[in-house]
């Protein structure tokens, strides 16, 4: 059973920074592709940013520039640390895994973390 817990998060005025993060557990020595996403009151989830296990990373145009997602593989845990944070930024953020790689082998997976509360103000 894959579990995402989640923590970070809070509170912030304009143009400061927050770092969220991510652990995975339920598959040892292995390495997951993990995704930030957001849902806004009265909006859609959205899209955030992704790294792959192989470290590469992608980005919403809204966020690229101030967010930066990494990954400490040997603690199965993702970071997104969000800069010159915008009241448009507040939302909830969660995070999500669609794959675990494991070498020579490899699991999808379809699994959200329980979201935590990120709020900026003006």
């Known amino acids: 059973q894959v579990q995402l817990r989640q923590s970070g998060g809070g509170s912030v005025q304009a143009g400061g920074s927050l770092r969220l993060s991510c652990a995975a557990s339920?598959?040892?020595?292995?390495?997951?592709?993990m995704s930030w996403y957001r849902q806004a009151p009265g909006k859609e989830r959205e899209f955030v940013s992704t790294?792959?296990?192989?470290?590469?990373?992608s980005y919403a145009d809204s966020v690229k520039g101030r967010f930066t997602i990494s990954q400490n593989n040997a603690k199965n845990t993702v970071y997104l640390q969000m800069n010159s944070l915008k009241p448009e930024d507040t939302a909830m953020y969660y995070c999500k895994t669609l794959r675990v790689d494991c070498g020579s082998w490899y699991v999808r997976l379809n699994y959200w973390g329980q979201g935590t509360q990120v709020t900026v103000s003006s």
């Open positions: 339920g598959y040892t020595s292995c390495n997951y592709d």
């Open positions: 790294i792959d296990s192989d470290g590469s990373t």
